[in-house]
């Protein structure tokens, strides 16, 4: 029998970020085209393209049944019309994996909701350890005026499956009315049959 060694990944806590990242993914507008309500908003705000949210890798663990994955992601504060930046938000390809979220910095939500379009929005600040049950779709959104910033682990045989959401979206948006953040029906989901 081979042994994997241990190791240690060190996050920066003052911004969240993994000066050691075995890789770092960066999210700006326009990799995220229609994925915003607000389509119009979106379209304008494309001039800026601006920096949404990054995904700082801690490891390149093999992608097999019984290893972890772990990241955190930073999103940057901002609207796009009046919805909060976000994440594009998935399920995993392997539906049945679980993952923990362990917020860091700023304030923000999971939200979540099943296959079948029922939503549940879990609110975060730093020392919220939030949990996706297996099946759920999640993705997080930044409702604050600094960063929001968390940490992500989760098995490494998960993967992810982004076009559900890129086609139907998610049941309920995540809002600024009078500098609150409101969860609302979303007008554009497109329900499963
Ligand atoms: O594993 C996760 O769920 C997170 O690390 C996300 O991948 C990360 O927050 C970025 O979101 P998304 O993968 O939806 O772009
Ligand atoms: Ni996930």
Same mark, same amino acid.
């Given at each position: 029998?081979?042994?994997?060694?241990?190791?240690?990944?060190?996050?920066? %806590?003052?911004?969240?970020?993994?000066? #050691? &990242?075995?890789?770092?993914?960066?999210?700006?507008? /326009?990799?995220?085209?229609?994925?915003?309500?607000?389509?119009?908003?979106?379209?304008?705000? %494309? &001039?800026?393209?601006?920096?949404?949210?990054?995904?700082?890798?801690?490891?390149?663990? @093999? #992608?097999?049944?019984?290893?972890? %994955?772990? /990241?955190?992601?930073?999103?940057? +504060?901002?609207?796009? $019309?009046?919805?909060?930046?976000?994440? #594009?938000?998935?399920?995993?390809? #392997?539906?049945?994996? &679980?993952?923990?979220?362990?917020?860091?910095?700023?304030? $923000?939500?999971?939200?979540?909701?099943?296959?079948?379009?029922?939503?549940?929005?879990? @609110?975060? @600040?730093?020392?919220?350890? /939030?949990?996706? +049950?297996?099946?759920?779709?999640?993705?997080?959104?930044?409702? $604050?005026? /600094?960063?929001?910033?968390?940490?992500?682990?989760?098995? &490494?045989?998960?993967?992810y499956d982004y076009k559900t959401i890129a086609e139907r979206g998610f049941a309920a948006l995540i809002v600024a009315k009078n500098g609150q953040a409101q969860v609302v029906p979303n007008p554009n989901y497109l329900a499963r049959v």
């Open positions: 029998m081979t042994y994997m060694t241990p190791f240690t990944t060190w996050i920066d %806590l003052k911004d969240g970020t993994i000066p #050691k &990242a075995a890789s770092v993914q960066t999210q700006q507008l /326009s990799d995220m085209r229609g994925l915003f309500a607000d389509r119009q908003a979106e379209v304008a705000l %494309l &001039a800026q393209n601006p920096l949404i949210y990054r995904v700082y890798n801690a490891t390149n663990n @093999a #992608k097999e049944e019984g290893q972890l %994955l772990y /990241s955190t992601t930073v999103i940057y +504060p901002g609207e796009v $019309g009046d919805e909060y930046f976000m994440t #594009k938000g998935h399920y995993h390809a #392997k539906g049945d994996r &679980a993952e923990l979220y362990y917020c860091l910095q700023g304030e $923000g939500y999971l939200l979540l909701q099943t296959p079948e379009g029922e939503i549940n929005a879990q @609110a975060m @600040a730093p020392g919220a350890a /939030s949990y996706v +049950p297996p099946y759920w779709g999640h993705r997080t959104v930044n409702t $604050g005026l /600094s960063n929001f910033v968390f940490l992500a682990v989760f098995p &490494a045989d998960a993967g």
